[in-house]
């Protein structure tokens, strides 16, 4: 791809915007001005400016369709700016932020170091990501060949329609409707091993989507196995209130939660307490949404 070699010496605010151009037209399958504009909080004539000055740059990168007022990615697309790997992408698109900011040593804005644990990476490859992404954000069908731990036939294609990404903190899974067995459920992005999206419509939308739409409490209490003064460190560290950690969470999301947290969740209370420190307290009302985290 031919890319303009004024590419050197552009200044650094610039290069955050068109850091965004660049992946949000790669991963959503079209940027606009007034996506520019909104995310910098800048005009619509800067935003023009900016993705102007982008296609000068990199001119065979993005192609102005009239039908959506906005640049799509061509077929010789490659990114220039930002690293559009999953691994840099995913924590920023959840963090909301418009571009990937420096993580070296050196450019710490605080001072501060910080270290997250080396967990295995369980991620798909960009091309995939950006059409699972695209169909959520564009509101498409989807085909996508997946590997799952069932007896399914992993070659066969499924139609889904996605609606949200989801990051468990072990993994990423996206939320959709399946269209083979009529309902909504999760699919973890790194067992998708091809996706192409459709141009076809979505019939569902999330407001369908019972178990993600609603809300439940959940109520957990330091398991009883730990001693007394075990007990109320916990109450203190989960800032508790009567004796009871109590927060909101989705139906859809509570097996995750109680995995993450390692709470007991057998009936008995039988797990090692020094590994399983929290007990839930509400179980009649939580486990018909979350059956496959209860022992």
């Known amino acids: 791809?031919?890319?303009?070699?004024?590419?050197?010496?552009?200044?650094?605010?610039?290069?955050?915007?068109?850091?965004?151009?660049?992946?949000?037209?790669?991963?959503?399958?079209?940027?606009?001005?007034?996506?520019?504009?909104?995310?910098?909080?800048?005009?619509?004539?800067?935003?023009?400016?900016?993705?102007?000055?982008?296609?000068?740059?990199?001119?065979?990168?993005?192609?102005y369709k009239h039908?959506?007022?906005?640049?799509?990615?061509?077929?010789?697309?490659?990114?220039?700016?930002?690293?559009?790997?999953?691994?840099q992408v995913l924590p920023m698109m959840a963090a909301n932020l418009p571009f990937i900011g420096e993580t070296v040593e050196q450019n710490l804005i605080y001072g501060v170091p910080t270290e997250q644990l080396p967990l295995p990476q369980r991620l798909p490859g960009k091309d995939v990501l950006a059409q699972v992404i695209r169909a959520i954000k564009q509101k498409t069908k989807l085909s996508v060949v997946y590997s799952s731990l069932s007896d399914r036939d992993s070659s066969e294609a499924r139609i889904i329609e996605p609606h949200s990404l989801v990051n468990t903190g072990l993994r990423w899974h996206v939320r959709a409707y399946s269209e083979d067995t009529?309902?909504?459920?999760?699919?973890?992005?790194?067992?998708?091993?091809?996706?192409?999206?459709?141009?076809?419509?979505?019939?569902?939308?999330?407001?369908?989507?019972?178990?993600?739409?609603?809300?439940?409490?959940l109520q957990l209490s330091p398991?009883?196995?730990?001693?007394?003064?075990?007990?109320?460190?916990?109450?203190?560290?989960?800032?508790?209130?009567?004796?009871?950690?109590?927060?909101?969470?989705?139906?859809?999301?509570?097996?995750?939660?109680?995995?993450?947290?390692?709470?007991d969740t057998t009936a008995d209370a039988s797990l090692n307490p020094n590994a399983y420190q929290l007990i839930v307290m509400n179980r009649d009302e939580i486990e018909p949404f979350a059956g496959w985290a209860f022992l």
Do not use: C
């Open 67 to 87: 039908n959506v007022f906005g640049f799509v990615p061509s077929n010789q697309f490659e990114e220039i700016f930002t690293d559009l790997e999953p691994q």
């Open 182 to 217: 009529y309902d909504f459920r999760d699919f973890v992005l790194s067992r998708v091993q091809h996706a192409q999206q459709y141009s076809d419509r979505a019939e569902s939308n999330p407001e369908y989507d019972d178990d993600w739409m609603e809300v439940i409490k």
């Open 1 to 63: 791809m031919a890319v303009d070699q004024s590419v050197n010496g552009i200044k650094r605010a610039t290069q955050q915007r068109l850091q965004y151009i660049e992946l949000m037209a790669y991963y959503t399958g079209v940027v606009t001005r007034s996506d520019v504009a909104r995310a910098f909080g800048i005009s619509d004539a800067a935003a023009t400016k900016d993705l102007k000055f982008y296609s000068q740059i990199a001119p065979d990168n993005l192609i």
């Open 223 to 263: 398991h009883p196995n730990l001693s007394e003064e075990k007990r109320q460190i916990l109450m203190t560290d989960y800032a508790a209130a009567n004796d009871v950690i109590e927060f909101t969470v989705r139906r859809a999301l509570l097996g995750y939660v109680l995995q993450r947290l390692s709470v």
